[in-house]
């Protein structure tokens, strides 16, 4: 699964004003509900749920959120790049400014868990992450994150 073929153009979001976790899922909710066609309240509940569960906040400034959602045919995602880093409660202590919001069918097994090991793969990536924060601009976020990664930045 490539993430050119679960993350939209108008998926990216360069967020300026966000100082909170809460306010992040709202403003990614609403964006996914836009894309997706799905209830922004039932995509906000679900993530937030999982997040309930454990920190996404993997350490170095990356959170994956994710969630299911009954009703959603395919993987969708969402990248925020946020201006400001936000506490999360990461498991390095280390606030967050860059986001991955991932949104699985509720009966999705392997799909969700490869699109998730991709994110997470490509994240770890010191060159990937270092171009993520060097532009605010949504389509060269995209380009980023949807270069062929074998390609690029394969060790």
Known sequence: ?????????????????????RQLFEEL???????????????LSSI?????????????GIAIPHGKIAGLKDVVALFAR????IEFDSVDDQPVDLVVMLLAPAGA?????KALSRV???????????????????AQLRAILTAPFEANYAA
């Open 109 to 113: 097994g392997a799909d969700h868990l």
């Open 82 to 85: 946020l201006d400001n880093p």
């Open 1 to 21: 699964m490539e993430l050119a073929d679960i993350l939209a153009e108008r998926a990216v979001l360069c967020c300026t004003a966000v100082k909170t976790k």
């Open 120 to 138: 997470a793969r490509l994240l770890r990536t010191e060159a990937v992450v270092d171009q993520l924060r060097d532009t605010s601009d949504p």
């Open 29 to 43: 909710a609403t964006r996914a509900a836009e894309i997706s066609g799905h209830d922004a309240a039932d995509i």
């Open 48 to 60: 937030t749920s999982r997040e309930e569960l454990g920190s996404t906040g993997l350490g170095n």
